[in-house]
């Protein structure tokens, strides 16, 4: 979910995951889950951006957070965009 936020706002290239930490706080089996994710900053070629992922009774189950930056990879017909 943070790669989501953060490939938002890059819409010309390929955002690469620089660093990554999730928490998993509780099994899960069964039931619905929700997932939230916001970008907390984004600035030149770096964005962090996280995430939380809630259970059937609303309770915590994970949470992620991580540190995206834009690469010089433009997106393109050329490389299959």
Known sequence: M???SANSL????????????IHLLQPVSEGRL????????AGGRQTL???QLY???NELL???IG???RSRIALGPKIGY
């Open 67 to 69: 540190t995206y930056v």
């Open 55 to 57: 259970g059937p009774r």
């Open 10 to 21: 890059v819409i010309d290239a390929f955002v690469l995951t620089a660093n990554f930490t």
């Open 34 to 41: 929700l997932a939230k994710g916001r970008t907390i900053k």
């Open 2 to 4: 943070p790669t989501t």
């Open 49 to 51: 951006a996280e995430a």
């Open 62 to 64: 994970a949470h992620g």
